[in-house]
T-cell receptor, first 117, second 113 residues
Framework: NAGVTQTPKFRVLKTGQSMTLLCAQD?????MYWYRQDPGMGLRLIHY???????AKGEVPDGYNVSRLKKQNFLLGLESAAPSQTSVYFC????????????????FGPGTRLTVL | GEDVEQSLFLSVREGDSSVINCTYT??????LYWYKQEPGAGLQLLTY?????DMKQDQRLTVLLNKKDKHLSLRIADTQTGDSAIYFC?????????????FGKGTRLSVIA
């Protein structure tokens, strides 16, 4: 099992350019998440999905869009990149969480380091 | 709102014990987690504790939970240089539908040889 993979690992964009980050998981997880990590800010949730065809906003969704057309993939799009979006982006996935169990172990990818000039 | 607080830095000597502390706000969280992030990598679950437990021990790791004070700690015995990493505390509040985890900002542990 590859687990959670992210493509690309590094990217440099100019302000105003667009790009898509791809996350793939081979664990048949229902839930997937996109986070950004900035120095002194910890991890902040951008968007998440509780199943194929569904998405929901997290803490910092502005400037990003997501799609979950296939269960194993979760795409994060930047339509018009800004320097404030310079960050390390992490994708994560987890199993279905029922209301009684609520155990939520998330499996993380290795990250994408994005620089916007 | 939901918030998880932890100190940003901790420095210990090799062989000593490390204690990383965390406070959380949502008493509805049924599980609390410790994740470890090694340099240049993603986060990995280190250990977790169910909210009806006071303590959980796993080899060199001891997790203590004080529900009354909403305080969680992670103790690493005989700390090694390989333990140098960022440690994140996290909760899954039922008030958020228990799906997203709320992470602290992370504590960077430096182990001095």
């Amino acid at each position: 099992n590859a687990g959670v993979t992210q493509t690309p690992k590094f990217r440099v964009l100019k302000t105003g350019q667009s790009m898509t980050l791809l996350c793939a998981q081979d664990m048949n997880h229902e839930y997937m998440y996109w986070y950004r990590q900035d120095p002194g800010m910890g991890l902040r949730l951008i968007h998440y999905s509780v199943g194929e065809g569904t998405t929901a906003k997290g803490e910092v969704p502005d400037g990003y869009n997501v799609s979950r057309l296939k269960k194993q993939n979760f795409l994060l799009g930047l339509e018009s990149a800004a320097p404030s979006q310079t960050s390390v982006y992490f994708c994560a996935s987890s199993w279905f969480i029922n209301s009684e169990s609520s155990y939520n172990e998330q499996f993380f990818g290795p990250g994408t380091r994005l620089t916007v000039l | 709102g939901e918030d998880v607080e932890q100190s940003l830095f901790l420095s210990v000597r090799e062989g000593d014990s490390s204690v990383i502390n965390c406070t959380y706000t949502d008493s509805s969280s049924t599980y609390l987690y410790w994740y470890k992030q090694e340099p240049g990598a993603g986060l990995q679950l280190l250990t977790y504790i169910f909210s009806n437990m006071d303590m959980k021990q796993d080899q060199r790791l001891t997790v203590l939970l004080n529900k009354k004070d909403k305080h969680l700690s992670l103790r690493i015995a005989d700390t090694q240089t390989g333990d140098s990493a960022i440690y994140f505390c996290a909760e899954s509040p039922l008030t958020l539908g228990n799906t997203p985890l709320v992470f602290g900002k992370g504590t960077r542990l430096s182990v001095i040889a």
